[in-house]
C-alpha cells in the first residue's frame, strides 16, 4: 500500500498540531519515548522531529509532507513546495517575529551600530545572510538556548531571538531595534511527492481540513427559537457568514433561528437576543468550517 509519510513537529507546536488534526478528522497516539505514532487512517505514517530539522528531511525525501515555520525553512534553505500556511494561535492571531535585542542599557540603537560585535542566536544562518545583505560586519553565534541570558551576561552585544508579544525580552531588561522576519507555521512538502497524483491529492485533502479546523477555530453556532412576529428584530442583530438560517417550527407559529458568529461576540450579543424575543439559546463550537 503507497503511504504518506507525515512529519509532526516536536516541542512547542507538537500539542497543537496533534490537535488541529483531531479537529480535522484524524487521531494521532503519541506513545511515552516513541517518534513515530499512531494515526488512524491507514494511507499516513507518522513521525515526530524537530522543527527544526523538518524542512530538511522533507527536502530529502525522508518524508512527504510535514509542519514547521517559515524561519526554519529559511534557515535551512530547503527547496520544498509550501502547500498553505497555518496560523496556530487561539488568542492573538499573530505569527512569531524573529527580532534583534539588546541591553536596554547599551549604546546600541540601531542594527549598523553592532558593526564588528558578537551575535547570539538559533537562528544562524539566517541571520547571517541578513547582516552579510546589508553590508554589516558581525560574528554571528548558534545559542542553545536561554538566549536572553546570553546578553544579560555580556557572553554577546545583541540576540537575534524569536518572541510574539516582546514580553519575555523586556522581562530581561532587553528592547528590540530591528525585526528580521514574520514566521508562522506552514504545511510543506516534498517536490517529488507534489509531483506524485495519489500523494498530491492526499497532501491536498489534509491541507483543506486543517485549513477547515483553523477557520472554525472561536468560531460558535447559535442557535434559538423566536417568535414569527420578533424574527426580522433578532435577525438584524445577528451577524453570520452568509446569512444566519430561519425555519419554521412544526406547527408553531415560531421560527429555529441559526447562525455562525465569532465566539467574542457571544457575550455582548445573547442578551440583546434575549431583550429582542430569542427564547431557548444555545450555543456549541465547530470542528470545522470549509
Known sequence: MTRLKLGIPKGSLEKATIDLFSKSGWRIDVHHRSYFPDIDDPEISCSICRAQEMSRYVEQGTLDVGITGQDWILENESDVVTVSDLIYSKVSKRPARWVLAVPSGSPYRSIRDLEGKKIATELVNFSKRY???????????????????????????AIVEVTETGSTIKAHGLIIIEELMETNPKLIANRDAWADPWKKQKIGQISMLLQGALRADRLVVLKMNVSREKVQAVVDLLPSLNAPTVSPLYNQDWCSVETVIDESRVRELIPQLIEAGAQGIIEYSLNKVL
Open 131 to 157: 547582516f552579510q545583505e546589508r553590508g554589516i560586519d558581525v560574528q554571528v553565534e548558534f545559542s542553545w538556548g536561554a538566549t536572553e541570558a546570553k546578553v544579560v551576561s555580556g557572553l554577546a552585544d
